[in-house]
């Protein structure tokens, strides 16, 4: 049987790929626009940035398919005890981290304490949660054809009913997606995501449902792999799917256009399309060639054994440069405008420093490995 460490390689390095970049794209520096292929699309289109997300629930589904087996061999209570604790967890440190420093400081610099009542409730982790959560009772309780079938009913069904429950002559607008309407009946305009100028989450409660195909199609090509090993024949097969998934989605296009902040269907299906063809790549780079000249895969296996950790580190560390002042600005402005910015002005400056914050990030998870610790959830 080969080791854990020979399983995972080409696991560990795209989902520490995913970390890494998220990493880079979550935290540009202040003082100029970072680069376009570094923000996500305005609404409708597709750039780079879009893929990260994504490929994380892709990787979580990838990771589900190594550990089925094991959740088949113990009694159906211990499985959901098991998935709906780390369903729980997941989410609520998701919720506490938007909440995080759980304290403000009024115009007058008395602390006061952070209100439950304007805290956001939906985010990052907690789509991870939710998707992992349906993904794992999906492939435990049906056969594959069955969960392949359920997957289409969900892409499908997401655009039904955005065409019958939103705007009349707008269903894919920002303000007119049926999505919104729920997000504003179930949590209130307080609860949701300002960043886009108006009350809009992108990991709404709807648009959650296409995006549990992402885990269900990692999770289907994972097993995929264990079935027929890493052969050739496995890997032209994995590509075929990923280039018939991009040629459907492009088509769907015409008529329900890519997006990722309304995770449209067609959006999930060019990303999983892409995110097969990467995978199929490493596995044949890294395990099948063997070009891994000077280690270079290590760099991301960091990420890769403590994804979670290190993306809530990136997270909460951020928030603390924003909340030391340093005169009248945040350090966090401070070093960009006295360091990065007076060295190199512009989006190249900016995108410095988000190398060098994710190399911060990568140096404490390396400082884990070496330590062979590894935050499990």
């Known amino acids: 049987?080969?080791?854990?460490?020979?399983?995972?390689?080409?696991?560990?390095?795209?989902?520490?790929?995913?970390?890494?970049f998220m990493i880079i794209v979550n935290t540009p520096g202040s003082g100029a626009n970072p680069y376009p292929p570094l923000e996500h699309a305005t609404w409708f289109g597709f750039t780079p940035t879009d893929l990260v997300f994504p490929s994380f629930l892709?990787?979580?589904?990838?990771?589900?398919?190594?550990?089925?087996?094991?959740?088949?061999?113990?009694?159906?209570?211990?499985?959901?005890?098991?998935?709906?604790?780390?369903?729980?967890?997941?989410?609520?440190?998701?919720?506490?981290?938007?909440?995080?420093?759980?304290?403000?400081?009024?115009?007058?610099?008395?602390?006061?304490?952070?209100?439950?009542?304007?805290?956001?409730?939906?985010?990052?982790?907690?789509?991870?949660?939710?998707?992992?959560?349906?993904?794992?009772?999906?492939?435990?309780?049906?056969?594959?054809?069955?969960?392949?079938?359920?997957?289409?009913i969900l892409l499908l069904g997401y655009w039904f009913i955005l065409l019958a429950f939103g705007n009349s002559t707008q269903p894919f607008s920002m303000m007119g997606n049926a999505g919104i309407y729920l997000d504003k009946f179930l949590m209130g305009d307080n609860h949701m995501y300002h960043g886009e100028g108006i009350p809009f989450d992108p990991e709404g409660w709807l648009s959650t449902i296409p995006s549990?195909?992402?885990?269900?199609?990692?999770?289907?090509?994972?097993?995929?792999?264990?079935?027929?090993?890493?052969?050739?024949?496995?890997?032209?097969?994995?590509?075929?799917?990923?280039?018939?998934?991009?040629?459907?989605?492009?088509?769907?296009?015409?008529?329900?256009?890519?997006?990722?902040k309304l995770w449209t269907s067609p959006f999930v299906l060019l990303t999983c399309g892409i995110d097969l063809l990467l995978i199929s790549a490493l596995i044949y780079i890294l395990e099948m060639k063997n070009w891994n000249t000077f280690k270079w895969s290590d760099f991301f296996m960091i990420f890769g054994r403590n994804p979670l950790f290190i993306y809530i580190l990136s997270e909460l560390f951020v928030v603390i440069l924003f909340m030391i002042p340093v005169g009248k600005e945040s350090l966090f402005d401070f070093v960009n405008r006295t360091?990065?910015?007076?060295?190199?002005?512009?989006?190249?400056?900016?995108?410095?420093?988000?190398?060098?914050?994710?190399?911060?990030?990568?140096?404490?998870?390396?400082?884990?490995?070496?330590?062979?610790?590894?935050?499990?959830?």
């Not at 049987?1 to 890494?20: N, Q, Y």
């Not at 420093?101 to 949660?129: E, K, W, Y």
């Not at 590509?239 to 329900?256: H, P, Q, T």
Request: proline content about 2%; glycine content about 8%; some cysteine.
């Open 212 to 260: 549990i195909v992402n885990v269900v199609i990692g999770f289907l090509a994972g097993r995929f792999i264990q079935k027929k090993g890493k052969s050739f024949e496995c890997l032209s097969k994995l590509m075929l799917v990923g280039a018939l998934l991009i040629f459907i989605a492009l088509c769907w296009n015409l008529v329900f256009p890519i997006g990722k």
């Open 1 to 20: 049987m080969k080791s854990i460490k020979e399983r995972f390689l080409a696991l560990d390095v795209f989902r520490g790929m995913t970390i890494c």
């Open 58 to 152: 892709f990787a979580v589904g990838n990771a589900m398919s190594f550990s089925q087996e094991k959740y088949k061999l113990i009694s159906n209570s211990a499985f959901l005890t098991k998935v709906i604790k780390r369903t729980i967890l997941i989410f609520l440190i998701g919720y506490l981290m938007y909440w995080f420093p759980f304290f403000r400081l009024d115009a007058a610099g008395h602390i006061t304490g952070a209100p439950i009542s304007h805290t956001r409730i939906m985010g990052v982790l907690q789509r991870i949660a939710l998707c992992y959560f349906f993904g794992s009772l999906l492939v435990q309780y049906f056969s594959t054809n069955k969960v392949i079938i359920i997957s289409i």
């Open 339 to 377: 360091f990065f910015q007076a060295i190199v002005p512009g989006p190249f400056g900016s995108f410095l420093f988000a190398i060098c914050y994710m190399l911060f990030c990568w140096s404490v998870g390396w400082w884990l490995n070496k330590r062979k610790i590894y935050v499990k959830v």
